[in-house]
């Protein structure tokens, strides 16, 4: 089966960097997403991995090692509205069109 | 503009009455899926659609129907709605590549409540 784990939640300070990290378990791998999703909104698409490595996106980076089963969201510079939760999901090849989502991490930015 | 809509987007309903909720995308996407979204269970996939006349069920796909006649709608069907199915349910859409799903657009939501 797969698992997903990514911390509850987090705080952070306003100008300041933080680092959302997800682990999981899957049998057959092939790529992890990160999501923003602000309160009773709809989750926005921000990152992409298939291959190790960091993936750079203006104030946004996402990390990935397949070897630990490892990826992180890098956010810097926050700001108020990056307060939201982060979700991470990944895609199974054994597991057809399946997307299989974390339980998502809210991060709280304070002034 | 690229989107998904979905509709309505709050629903209070009554056990047993069945209801649809509307999913379309105007991208042309092949790959669309339903997720309902519980508090301490995060989003869940209840049924997907590779392509028209296509689908298969997700992690939750109990107490559900859904069809894909057509490439840009996607609806979801409660034959038979009761209070375990109030949730917040969201629609998406991508881009597929034989098995590959690339990231996924949501639609805005649908609050459903089942009294």
């Known amino acids: 089966g797969q698992n997903i784990d990514q911390p509850t939640e987090m705080t952070a300070t306003e100008g300041a960097i933080v680092q959302i990290n997800c682990t999981y378990q899957?049998?057959?791998?092939?790529?992890l997403f990160w999501y923003q999703q602000h309160a009773g909104e709809a989750p926005t698409f921000l990152s992409y991995n298939v291959l190790d490595g960091l993936e750079e996106k203006g104030r946004f980076s996402s990390f990935l090692s397949r070897s630990k089963g490892y990826s992180y969201l890098l956010l810097k510079e926050l700001q108020m509205k990056d307060s939201a939760s982060y979700l991470c999901?990944?895609?199974?090849?054994?597991?057809?069109?399946?997307?299989?989502f974390g339980q998502g991490t809210e991060l709280s930015v304070k002034p | 503009e690229a989107q998904v809509t979905q509709n309505p987007r709050y629903l209070i309903t009554v056990t047993g009455k069945k209801l649809t909720v509307t999913c379309s995308q105007n991208m042309n996407h092949e790959y669309m899926s339903w997720y309902r979204q519980d508090p301490g269970l995060g989003l869940r996939q209840i049924y997907y659609?590779?392509?028209?006349?296509?689908?298969d069920k997700g992690d939750v796909p109990e107490g559900y129907k859904v069809s894909r006649k057509e490439k840009r709608n996607f609806p979801l069907i409660l034959e038979s709605p009761s209070p375990n199915q109030t949730s917040l349910y969201f629609c998406?859409?991508?881009?597929?590549?034989?098995?590959?799903?690339?990231?996924?657009?949501f639609g805005p939501g649908t609050r459903l409540t089942v009294t």
């Open positions: 999901a990944v895609r199974d090849q054994n597991q057809g069109g399946k997307l299989i």
């Open positions: 899957t049998s057959g791998f092939n790529g």
């Open positions: 998406a859409s991508s881009v597929r590549q034989g098995d590959i799903i690339y990231e996924q657009y």
């Open positions: 659609s590779m392509n028209v006349e296509v689908t």
